[in-house]
């Protein structure tokens, strides 16, 4: 299965992704996942994207392009992939499009959620720094503070979750990303999902919005 996860910074595509993946047995490709690592390892793609993810712009379509195009090359994707974070202009769909050829996308999610919770959201979220579990420090605590629950790592808040790059993140999401929403909707590919309640009831949507569950 192919599926697109879309929706603004702190919808939940990263927590419901991870989730999606390890149920459908397919690997979720998060281009931010990707361009931290790079950043991280010091690689070239890392020393391009740098500023640009530092500041909550985004990172040029061409980069972002040839990345996915290698990943999905993989032996892991041929059955099927969670995009998370990808395309996110239409630029990079129509890129993705002429990527994939023949095959098509099956679904398109788009996570539905009011500015002011994914703000208060992305203030609270923390991050495990070797498995990436995500955890929300209001609503979703680790068991003990500071430690992952699933792999016992040290948990670290994202800088650009810092409030005034969250602002700008935003505002690139309703300029730059949002027009995805009308084009998916145009292929026939989208199905909106109220991203905004408990996080059990949220993924039982999604399942449903890829005809997964009954
Ligand atoms: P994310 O983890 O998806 O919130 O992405 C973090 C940052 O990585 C974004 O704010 C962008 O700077 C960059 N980034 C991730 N995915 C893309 C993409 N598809 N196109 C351009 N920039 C991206």
Redesign the pocket.
Known sequence: MRVVLLGP?GSGKGTHGKRLCESLGVPLI????I?RQAIADGTALGKSAQE??KS????PDET?LGLVETRLRLTDAQRGFILD????TVA?AEGLKSLLGEVRMDRVVNLVVPTEVVVARLKDRWLCGSCGAIYNMSTAPPKVAGVCDRCGGGLKQRS?DEPETVRK?LEVYARETAPLVAYYEREGLLRNVDGSGRASDVYAAIERAIGKAA
């Open positions: 910074p998060a281009t931010g996942d361009l640009h993810v909550g712009r985004l990172v972002v974070g990808f395309p996110r990079q650009d993140r």
